[in-house]
Structures are given as C-alpha cells and as structure tokens.
C-alpha cells in the first residue's frame, strides 16, 4: 500500500473541491486538510460544494465551518448557486425551502405509531399533521429542484482534484450526472473516512460507485487508524491506497483550535464553579418504533436512549456541582425528538449544540460517550473521557480486537455504567487539579492514542495530494 510521508508541500495553485454529500462528519476530516493547504498553498483556489439545494440542511445552525471557511478564503456552495439561468430569480426561495435538514422532519409511521397506541393524543395528532405536511413539501422541493441546472456545476467549477466524503450510499439529487463527470473528466478523486475509523480492518470497505465502478484508476482511497488495511479488498490497485492518518487529531490542529484565531462554540459563560460535561450521543428510534429485522445496530432504541440519559442524569445529579450537559449529538440526529427525550429524561441542565466537535473541545471540561468514534477528539485534546459500556460498544470490540484495545486502554473506560456516579468524583478531581484550561493537554490518554493515530497526517495528507496532482499533470 502507498503511503507518503512528510515531504513538504509544493504548491501547484490547484483547484481543489471538497464535495459534502450527506452531513458535515465528511468536514470533520477535510477541514483540518484544508486549513493546512490554505496556509502552505495560499493561492490554491478552494471550494467546499454541500450536495443540497441549502448548505443548512447540513449544517442547521452551525457557525465553525462558515467562519473557518470565510477566514481561510474558502468559498461554500450549494446547489442553490447554480439555478438554471432562466430561473435565476427562484434560487433564494429554493434555498430557503430547503433549509431544514431533512433529519429533523417528523417520521410518519412513527407519528402514526404514536397516535394508534394512544399515546398523548393531542400531541400525536400534530405530529401526524405535521409529518403529512411534510411529505407534501418533499413534494413542492422536488419541484424546486427542476429550477436547478446541477449538470452544470462540475464542469462550471472544473476542480483539477476532488476531495469526496465516501459512502455506502449516494441518493443526492441528479448524482449520476456527477459520476459521469467523474469518469469523462478523469481528475484525481480522493475517497475520505467520515470517522476516526473503521469497525473492522478490511470489512468496512467502500466502494467509489456503489452502483457501478468499486475502485477506477482516477481514485484514491485513504484510511485513518494505522491498522486497517482495506487494499486486501482490490487485489493489483495497493498503489490506490494510502495510509494518511486522520488530520482533526494532529498536535497542529488540536493546538489551532485552542488559540486565538479559531472559532468558538457560542454556549453561554460559564459561571464560577461550574464544569461543562460534554455529553456525545447516537441516533435513535421513534418511541414505540419497531425495530427491523437486521437494522442498523448503531442505531439505538428509544428505551435504549432514554435509559442512557437517565444513568448520567442522575450521576450528574450525585456530583453536588453545577454542571451544564452539552449535548454533541449524531450529526443525522432528529433535532426535534432529541429535545422531546432530554425534556423527559432526568438531565436537567442541558443544551443542544449544532457545532461539530471541533469549536467545543476548548470550551468543555470532560465528555461522557456511548460508542462514538467522536470521542477520540476531546480524548486527544486531553479532556477526561468517560466511555460507558454498551451493546454497542461490545458489538465493535467483537468485530475487531484492536477497537476493544483501543477503547478499553483509556484512562475513564467504564464496564459497568452505573458505576458512573464513583467515576465522576475521579474526573471531577482531575479537572479540579487543572483549572478550567481551552488549550490542549498531553496526557496518558493521548499518549495511548498516539500509537493508533501517529502525529502528522497533515504532512502526510499534503504529500500525498501534490504526488496525485504531479501524476495527474503528467498524464
């Protein structure tokens, strides 16, 4: 497998493109990269391209990648920008349509599941009115799309490397007119972790094209944890591989968003004595929701959940102290069914951020997390990490016997979950003992995570994009 190593970056004043094509986790990779190539290549010309007709139905009420984007001269983009040039006029009412994620919209069967088992009649009949609605506006977007000259965008924007979030599925509007300009165009496209990583070394392949092409000649595939080896999976394409590393856990970045010059999560002042629990959580069913027969297991149930949020509100509860519970949820989270479970949960002081994980790790004190690769940024910042065994959590380790090592091998990993309330008295202690500090602390946890996650992927990341483009311009 090819992997390069820290050569310097020789600018080359390419046009990258960042293509987001489900939620903002594929930034949480790039974005770091592409702080780094704007501060080596100051003339590169980049955009980030969001594959909806509103960048807002990934980013909701989201401010750091904006502002990030804006500072490093960045341009973002959405399918909005490119209306049909007749139909110039309907773009913003386009955009506007389509600002609300499409996670956030009120699930129909589970709105109805609600209303048949009597479960507070009034409030499930507007969820069933307001799910009805819903699939009504799908109806008027789709229309709205029609106003949209998608076709157009690639070719317009004439990236000389492509930057995309890999997925099992692709389902964006017109995305095989964005396949086709893949094969015709044949510009290096570099297939991105979307976590930290994998749950298995070469199980968790993905292909380019999940409905074509698994690996052509113009992609590269990179991997993040040292240890996964997903060339075994394309046997004669290893030089298509490359081991980088994943960039949001380089000593660089961690210490740039501890500084000055990075954006911060706008949570409300802390007040003397208070500490801030970052508390990271997952997607969840519907209340009462049946779950299918082979599901997505990282999926929870909703008695799952709510059962999570109960063991650490009353841990928090048994602290004494005043503590406000940020939540970090899954970025394809139903906002409005987190908010109705938090209300019935016994957290009490709780606010929901849209912020990645990235703004808010210089302004938490710890985290507590169900299995969430996420977990890992605050854990390389320095912050305590409490993980609470799960299902979940066994379910990864029994996949692979590196993950189990990896999680079990921090400093706060807790077997049994309702021993939480003894644990917390420990962080509390560590926290203490170093004040409230927003820049990064070397630990024994980092330390540990270090021999998953070398230092300096960056490097490594640019190396490998100046070799891509330097093969490209030769061909």
Same mark, same amino acid.
């Given at each position: 497998?090819?992997?390069?190593?820290?050569?310097?970056?020789?600018?080359?004043?390419?046009?990258?493109?960042?293509?987001?094509?489900?939620?903002?986790?594929?930034?949480?990779?790039?974005?770091?990269?592409?702080?780094?190539?704007?501060?080596?290549?100051?003339?590169?010309?980049?955009?980030?391209?969001?594959?909806?007709?509103?960048?807002?139905?990934?980013?909701?009420?989201?401010?750091?990648?904006?502002?990030?984007?804006?500072?490093?001269?960045?341009?973002?983009?959405?399918?909005?920008?490119?209306?049909?040039?007749?139909?110039?006029?309907?773009?913003?009412?386009?955009?506007?349509?389509?600002?609300?994620?499409?996670?956030?919209?009120?699930?129909?069967?589970?709105?109805?599941?609600?209303?048949?088992?009597?479960?507070?009649?009034? #409030?499930?009949?507007?969820?069933?009115? /307001? $799910?009805?609605?819903?699939? =009504?506006? @799908?109806? +008027?977007?789709?229309? %709205?799309?029609?106003?949209?000259?998608?076709?157009?965008?690639?070719?317009?924007?004439?990236?000389?490397?492509?930057?995309?979030?890999?997925?099992?599925?692709?389902?964006?509007?017109?995305?095989?007119?964005?396949?086709?300009?893949?094969?015709?165009?044949?510009?290096?496209?570099?297939?991105?972790?979307?976590?930290?990583?994998?749950?298995?070394?070469?199980?968790?392949?993905?292909?380019?094209?999940?409905?074509?092409?698994?690996?052509?000649?113009?992609?590269?595939?990179?991997?993040?944890?040292?240890?996964?080896?997903?060339?075994?999976?394309?046997?004669?394409?290893?030089?298509?591989?490359?081991?980088?590393?994943?960039?949001?856990?380089?000593? #660089?970045?961690?210490?740039?968003?501890? /500084? $000055?010059?990075?954006?911060? =999560?706008? @949570?409300? +002042?802390?007040?003397? %004595?208070?500490?801030?629990?970052?508390?990271?959580?997952?997607?969840?069913?519907?209340?009462?929701?049946?779950?299918?027969?082979?599901?997505?297991?990282?999926?929870?149930?909703?008695?799952?959940?709510?059962?999570?949020?109960?063991?650490?509100?009353?841990?928090?509860?048994?602290?004494?102290?005043?503590?406000?519970?940020?939540?970090?949820?899954?970025?394809?989270?139903?906002?409005?069914?987190?908010?109705?479970?938090?209300?019935?949960?016994?957290?009490?002081?709780?606010?929901?951020?849209?912020?990645?994980?990235?703004?808010?790790?210089?302004?938490?004190?710890?985290?507590?997390?169900?299995?969430?690769?996420?977990?890992?940024?605050?854990?390389?910042?320095?912050?305590?990490?409490?993980?609470?065994?799960?299902?979940?959590?066994?379910?990864?380790?029994?996949?692979?016997?590196?993950?189990?090592?990896?999680?079990?091998?921090?400093?706060?990993?807790?077997?049994?979950?309702?021993?939480?309330?003894?644990?917390?008295?420990?962080?509390?202690?560590?926290?203490?003992?170093?004040?409230?500090?927003?820049?990064?602390?070397?630990?024994?946890?980092?330390?540990?995570?270090?021999?998953?996650?070398?230092?300096?992927?960056?490097?490594?990341?640019?190396?490998?994009?100046?070799?891509?483009?330097?093969?490209?311009?030769?061909?």
């Amino acid at each position: 497998m090819a992997t390069s190593h820290a050569a310097p970056f020789q600018p080359r004043d390419p046009r990258v493109l960042q293509i987001v094509i489900k939620n903002t986790s594929e930034l949480d990779y790039s974005a770091p990269l592409l702080w780094k190539l704007r501060r080596e290549s100051i003339s590169s010309d980049v955009k980030v391209l969001y594959c909806a007709p509103s960048r807002r139905q990934y980013l909701r009420d989201s401010t750091f990648y904006p502002e990030l984007f804006r500072s490093l001269g960045i341009r973002e983009l959405d399918f909005s920008d490119f209306p049909k040039r007749y139909l110039a006029p309907l773009a913003g009412p386009v955009e506007a349509m389509f600002a609300v994620s499409p996670s956030d919209r009120p699930s129909l069967k589970g709105s109805l599941l609600a209303l048949r088992e009597g479960r507070d009649f009034g #409030e499930a009949t507007r969820k069933v009115l /307001g $799910a009805v609605a819903g699939v =009504a506006r @799908l109806g +008027a977007q789709e229309l %709205g799309m029609r106003a949209l000259a998608i076709e157009r965008i690639l070719p317009e924007l004439d990236p000389d490397i492509v930057l995309l979030g890999n997925r099992s599925e692709t389902r964006f509007y017109k995305r095989d007119s964005f396949y086709e300009y893949y094969d015709s165009a044949a510009a290096p496209v570099v297939l991105l972790p979307h976590g930290t990583h994998e749950v298995h070394p070469t199980k968790e392949f993905i292909p380019f094209d999940e409905r074509g092409e698994a690996l052509p000649p113009y992609c590269d595939f990179w991997s993040s944890l040292r240890f996964e080896t997903p060339e075994q999976n394309c046997p004669g394409k290893e030089s298509q591989f490359a081991k980088i590393g994943y960039p949001g856990l380089d000593t #660089e970045w961690m210490e740039f968003l501890g /500084g $000055a010059d990075s954006p911060k =999560a706008a @949570l409300s +002042a802390a007040t003397a %004595g208070r500490l801030r629990c970052l508390l990271i959580l997952r997607k969840f069913l519907p209340e009462g929701y049946p779950r299918p027969q082979g599901f997505d297991p990282f999926t929870l149930d909703y008695a799952d959940m709510l059962a999570h949020l109960n063991v650490v509100g009353d841990a928090i509860t048994t602290m004494g102290s005043d503590v406000q519970v940020v939540i970090k949820p899954h970025p394809s989270n139903n906002f409005p069914m987190l908010s109705a479970i938090l209300d019935r949960s016994r957290i009490t002081n709780w606010v929901i951020s849209s912020e990645p994980m990235y703004p808010l790790l210089p302004v938490i004190d710890f985290a507590i997390s169900i299995f969430s690769t996420s977990m890992l940024l605050p854990a390389m910042y320095g912050r305590p990490v409490v993980v609470l065994n799960s299902g979940l959590q066994q379910y990864v380790h029994n996949r692979w016997d590196k993950l189990r090592e990896l999680y079990t091998g921090l400093t706060y990993y807790l077997d049994d979950p309702h021993q939480l309330p003894s644990m917390l008295e420990d962080v509390s202690a560590e926290v203490r003992s170093v004040g409230r500090r927003p820049s990064p602390r070397e630990t024994r946890d980092v330390e540990h995570l270090r021999r998953y996650f070398p230092d300096g992927a960056l490097t490594t990341a640019l190396a490998r994009l100046d070799f891509l483009l330097a093969a490209s311009e030769a061909v």
